[in-house]
């Protein structure tokens, strides 16, 4: 997209999607929902605008100052434009799905709007793609849903897909489990988010060995896993260590030469998830493409699932290629016209009898034109006398 | 949709679209617009806020009082939530689409918002999808798109689809060429839209027999024209009437056995177009369709186009055939999973290994279990069973 003066016709952080952005973006859409839904995916539709009370309920409040306010003028109560689709899929799994059969697979796909972009992402209203799997506690859903996430995204045409895993739970375990405060665990968390080996020592104390040894244990599943082994964790972190090492073993049975990584000590921005959680990255792919983990849905179900970043996403895909365009002219036989379509053609009728076919297929950037029963190549013909009128 | 007690968890005019309608509903709109691209409408996607100012220009007035208004707090100035996407489809064509080439092809779907619902159509959240041939002047145009809504909408399956034709143009341009004065006219053309014989009679003086013979000229469109072509029209209108015909001539040309009515006292609702407008009806459908028209496009381009109402449509459309779902015991090989997903199955993958896969897939839903390296229906085995756990 261009980002030129007339853009200021918009608000900032809103634009308009144009051709062929705008049809490669919902082909995308299009596509990672069927895959969705041939896992047994269900797409539900929740509106854009709900009660503020139900839109930041529960995990939704974390959106509260990102959210749009509205008065709804038939009940005099606040409503609020959506700025993440998690919260509205929880409350219908709680409320008009609670009677549907566990576990309960979902998809979602929509656009949310925020009050404020960030500078590192400046848009305000987005696209959200994802899945929720809804009641489902053991290592098999977390990677179901991880396995999921690689498929699609591989089968969209993405390459070189490395999925990183985390435990935001391992840290707060181990260290509560060791007597630690609750504020020196929050520093040794951040010390370790910002993988600073010399704040880590100083919160960690005589355990120092032990979270410094976290900060080594990141890279490739299998090695990060191994070095996690050789921490000497207390019980509590031990059983979700184990839990971790299940999640892995789930998915290089089903998938052997997926790209995991694993980094124990990383927590930011997981803060909301209790067991194992992920964030997508591709090759070439500037952002991370979308993330996602086990949480507690609405009504206490243990739940995972993952948000897909379609504005990432699109950068990170190859460009579709265009389709054929053939000017058709004017009284061309419906048939005809319908047969090329069929054939993959884009047919451009004609609105006017022309005398020179060739120079307005070319104008109406069409490669073709239907002459004599037959598709005519507009590039093959006279391009001298097309550009000087060019 | 259930209009249950959990459905006041949103606001009035507001809901969740639950599977497996939020599919459906997603599939009508990718194939409508997989339709229009094979025709050359290319996508565009407008953001769902603009500022007021833009949103509410030119033809956009008349949404004025159904728009949603929010404040931005990075420009402070007042933005919209769209009503409509017409006017940003016309921003879009007279701003950054200005140098392409005319005539522009552009379609569009995606949701709108009102502040409040009508009577006959309570929801406040809609959803819209349409076309606009934009720099396009000439009954060719007017019938390409009559013709893109006709085909678009058998395409889908609809059946006893009819296209009502009117003239907008007509009777003011008739009255206005007699000499009635400004307020005459209108009450002439609200008596013509309610069909008042004796109203008519009365406004149009010793025209009356002219203006009665427009309620008189309704009906399918060759016996229409035929009647309209008695009327002693004064030349305006006359004029008005021959494009009018040009445009059937063109529609029956391509489809001869299109079913094409005319009312060419129909006003009401057309008050935005200044020729040819149409309204779409098919068989069994509760309410309109859709309905397009020739306008005036925002920076003076002769245009013309349509809006389907996507509530009506999918309310009017077959519902689709439920995809069968076969269950995969835990550990089921990825290619085989695959493989039955190419074939058209929904693979819901079990999470635990359960000793009565029959019973669990009947839980879930699945038709089928996979076994032995092959698919057993659920419903032939042990259905007593079943019953007793049910």
Redesign the interface.
Known sequence: M?A?A?NA???????????????F??AVV?RL?ALF????Y??????????ET?LLAGAGAAMAEHT?R?M????H?M?G?RADMTP?VA??AA???KNS?R?L??SY?G?V?R??GTELKPA??LGQVGIELIG?E?P??DA?VILLAAETLSALGLEGLTIDLNLPTLVPAAAQALGFRKTAIKSLVQALDRKDAAAVAGHAGRHAVLFQGLIGAAGPARRALAALQRLDLPPEAAEERRRLGEVVAHAF???PRLHLTIDPAEHRGFEYYNGVGFSLFARGARNELGRGGRYVSGEGEPSTGFSLYLDSLIQALPAPAA?R?ILLP??TA?GAAAKL?REG?????A??ATADMMDEAH???CSHVWQGGRARSVAKTSPRRRKTKA
Request: aromatic share 4%; charged share 25%; no cysteine.
């Open positions: 261009q030129s007339e016709l918009l608000p900032t952080g809103l634009s308009d999607l144009l051709p062929p952005d705008a049809a973006e919902a299009d929902t839904a041939a896992q047994g269900e797409r539900i539709k929740p509106p854009l605008i709900e009660f139900s749009f509205l709804d003028p038939i009940s109560r409503m434009l509205q409350r219908i409320t008009r799905l059969p576990p697979r979902l796909a656009q709007l009050v404020k305000r209203q489902a053991g098999a859903a179901e049975r089903a998938l389709a365009r004017l009284g419906r379509r053609w884009i047919t451009i009728g609105l006017h104008r109406l950037h």
